[in-house]
């Protein structure tokens, strides 16, 4: 069995909790809100959303550098991981995939010996939070089963495939910043009381829904999810601020779909925060071709 590691990025929003009882090395992005400075996931997630709240400035969040990058391959190789694995952000969202795929290069290019006895296997989530924060933690979990690095792969980039997420959002002040969603569509959905769903695939971001009022973005959102889920696929419940929001969509899910989602509910950190704010509910899983 090969000695296997597993790095993400802290938009997987994957907790310290779940990171240290899989062994799965999560690198925080630089956030910066106002003159304020600090690593994704230093500062509790309830402290972050008063924070943005209450500042004047939107956060801003910064990639993770081929530098970092080069540092971790550097340690992980030292240690005598024989396959390390690094599950990005969406590419199209982030340049932290190219810049580990750089690193990645420049490690070999330096250690050409270690071409024949180590793997770097850089991936592409193509997508945001949970989405593949579920799925890291699963490939741990098979690893510590003794499946191989191959079938490990497999399993994630079947995944990411086919994996996709829609996310509701109750203010809009974040969104039409990052360009989720276009700026005069946020005015109108703000003059009419609209609340957007958006599907976040890799370069695919849309508006595929509007809930009018806050009372009916649960009910959209699984509508939504219903319509576009495989058949049998685990379902991910992804919450904010609020977790009754997350409690409802969960219990309304269970009993349209006849199963309950994964064990695991995740909450948007500082990287994803900065661009849906802390007032979202969201969804993902497998979706039909």
């Not at 370069?203 to 509508?223: H, I, S, Y």
Request: negative net charge; aromatic residues 12%.
């Amino acid at each position: 069995m090969s000695k296997i590691k597993f790095i993400t990025d802290s938009a997987s929003d994957i907790t310290k909790e779940y990171s240290a009882k899989y062994n799965i090395d999560v690198q925080g992005f630089p956030i910066t809100v106002g003159d304020r400075s600090f690593r994704d996931g230093d500062i509790p997630k309830e402290e972050y959303y008063d924070l943005i709240d209450s500042s004047t400035e939107l956060p801003v969040h910064s990639q993770l550098t081929v530098f970092d990058f080069e540092e971790l391959f550097e340690k992980y190789a030292a240690e005598g991981y024989e396959d390390i694995f690094f599950i990005s952000i969406n590419a199209h969202g982030s340049a932290t995939y190219q810049n580990a795929c750089c690193a990645r290069d420049n490690f070999f290019s330096e250690h050409p010996d270690k071409a024949d006895k180590l793997r770097i296997r850089v991936l592409d989530s193509t997508s945001y939070s949970g989405t593949y924060g579920y799925p890291v933690i699963e490939a741990a979990k098979m690893a510590e089963e003794g499946k191989s690095a191959d079938e490990i792969e497999k399993y994630l980039a079947d995944w990411f495939e086919i994996c996709e997420v829609y996310l509701a959002a109750y203010t809009l002040r974040y969104v039409k910043k990052s360009g989720r969603i276009s700026a005069a569509a946020a005015f109108a959905g703000e003059l009419l009381g609209l609340k957007p769903v958006i599907l976040l695939k890799g370069e695919n971001t849309k508006v595929v829904a509007k809930a009018r009022g806050e009372q009916n973005v649960v009910p959209k959102l699984a509508d939504v999810t219903c319509d576009r889920i495989a058949e049998g696929s685990p379902y991910i419940i992804i919450g904010g601020r609020n977790l009754a929001y997350t409690q409802d969509i969960a219990k309304v899910l269970t009993e349209r779909l006849g199963y309950p989602p994964v064990d695991i509910t995740f909450r948007v950190g500082g990287a994803i925060a900065a661009n849906s704010g802390p007032d979202i509910v969201a969804t993902a899983f497998k979706a039909k071709k």
